[in-house]
């Protein structure tokens, strides 16, 4: 006998707030992700090595606490509060104030000294915290969608409305500090004890703070928003587990063979994601050569490409399945990517060099922020098959045992991806090659293998939903 008969859906307020926490959480993230290696190597001084060295404890430890947050979720026994968002409010007030002063080093690396000790330990220490108290919250955000929604419908809608979230995010993000860059007299060279690095220093941190602020005020929208008195409708197994077979939990993913592919997936796509994003504004600053009122040229291109594809993917290919709809993005993001080896031929013409850019760019764009359109939805329907075939009685207590410990590995997985991008990034631009228009075009353009990488575990995944229609569509056709 089956315990539960109607499936949850995320409508109205519920699904605004929901999809909210995801709007603050990109803020910062891709704030401080495009930023802060061009903060702390081009203003601060400190070498690229001992950035990426910092980027790379970030990943590890949200890897590590990406398993283990979501163990944790899962273990929880329900009470009024609910089962999974108290941990949204746990993890706030220090995840806040990591994200504050890790824009407020109190020292700077001095003009002859890119390896000084301080700055690199007050740095790898701040991103530490943030790393472990954020990846608390986005883990603990994640586990809740299979619960909150339950029908492959409107996980496409609440997809789409975290996509409309993020793009918006990804333009705040970036325009604050990208109107600093064109209030720089000098941008090529802003150390902090140049004039262009004073106007960098001061009003870096105050976006850094602002955005911060905003973030946590959208992740308590989200705890408001989420109801989890369901646990409570329901004869759960309620009881702790014992930390030995609680922890027996972080493997359970790894031996689901169609889940371990979108693992896959989502490590290749994180891994040149990583990299794309630290490079994009040394690609303007150091190729394209972006001065002044040049740099909203990228804000124009950032806004126009994604609400464009936006649009296109959800017009076209309805009929498609996620999967198939998927790989058409990982496709044009791999393409887009490879075209911009075309800046590596002097282009004299600046007008060509925006044409070249909005298709080039335009193209990575669009598909990138197109990916949570099907990455989402994908992910929640295979999380929501394997609880069915755990406990084919209740999905509730199938859904409350694992939902934490599939989204623990899917972040450990990006987070593993990340550090493989910082890596890469950190021991290529060293010294000179920080500036070389060359090295930033090649190794920019080459990453872009890896989308092609991706599509191929991608096309092997197999949705039990999408299934059962593509055998009914062949059944009625062959009628």
């Excluded at 706030?92 to 000294?113: E, T, V």
């Excluded at 282009?347 to 669009?366: H, K, R, S």
């Excluded at 994908?378 to 409350?400: P, T």
Aim: glycine residues 6%.
């Amino acid at each position: 006998m089956t315990l539960n008969i109607e499936r949850r859906e995320l409508h109205g307020k519920r699904l605004i707030g929901y999809a909210s926490g995801n709007f603050g959480l990109s803020l910062v993230n891709i704030f401080t992700g495009t930023f802060i290696f061009q903060f702390y190597v081009y203003t601060i001084n400190l070498s690229s090595i001992l950035v990426s060295v910092g980027l790379i404890i970030n990943s590890i430890l949200i890897a590590i606490f990406a398993i283990i947050s979501g163990v944790i979720v899962d273990n929880k026994k329900p009470s009024k509060r609910g089962k999974r968002k108290i941990f949204l409010i746990l993890g706030l007030p220090i995840w806040f104030s990591a994200n504050i002063f890790l824009w407020l080093p109190p020292w700077y690396c001095p003009p002859s000294n890119s390896f000084f000790l301080p700055t690199a330990l007050y740095f790898w220490f701040m991103i530490s915290i943030k790393a472990v108290f954020g990846t608390l919250i986005f883990t603990t955000y994640l586990s809740m969608l299979p619960e909150q929604s339950q029908t492959s419908e409107n996980r496409k809608k609440v997809a789409s409305i975290r996509v409309i979230f993020s793009i918006t995010a990804s333009v705040l993000a970036l325009l604050m500090p990208l109107t600093i860059q064109s209030l720089l007299e000098d941008p090529e060279n802003a150390k902090w004890w140049q004039s262009s690095g004073n106007i960098i220093v001061t009003l870096m941190p105050i976006i850094g703070i602002s955005f911060a602020l905003f973030g946590s005020v959208t992740i308590i929208f989200t705890y408001l928003s989420v109801d989890e008195s369901f646990h409570n409708q329901y004869e759960l197994q309620n009881e702790k587990k014992k930390v030995k077979d609680a922890f027996r939990a972080i493997f359970y993913p790894l031996t689901d063979r169609n889940y371990n592919k979108l693992l896959l997936v989502q490590f290749f796509a994180r891994t040149t994601g990583k990299v794309l994003a630290i490079l994009i504004i040394p690609l303007i600053t150091y190729v394209l050569l972006f001065k002044d009122n040049d740099f909203y040229i990228y804000i124009i291109v950032s806004i126009t490409s994604k609400l464009t594809w936006y649009i296109f993917w959800r017009q076209f290919f309805k009929n498609k399945t996620l999967i198939t709809k998927y790989a058409v993005c990982l496709l044009l993001a791999g393409i887009g990517t490879i075209l911009v080896i075309i800046f590596i031929i002097p282009i004299g013409n600046f007008l060509l060099i925006v044409i070249l850019f909005f298709i080039t760019e335009g193209t990575i764009l669009g598909a990138l922020y197109a990916f949570p359109l099907f990455s989402i939805p994908l992910g929640a329907n295979l999380v929501h098959d394997a609880a069915k075939n755990i406990d084919s009685e209740s999905l509730d207590r199938a859904l409350s045992s694992l939902s934490g410990s599939y989204y623990g590995a899917l972040n450990f997985i990006s987070s593993m991806g990340q550090t493989v991008g910082s890596l890469i990034v950190g021991f290529i631009l060293i010294g000179p090659n920080e500036k070389n228009p060359t090295i930033i075009v090649l190794l920019y353009s080459s990453i872009g293998i890896l989308y092609f990488i991706s599509i191929i575990f991608l096309k092997k995944i197999r949705i039990y939903e999408e299934q059962i229609k593509v055998e009914i569509d062949m059944s009625q056709t062959i009628n």
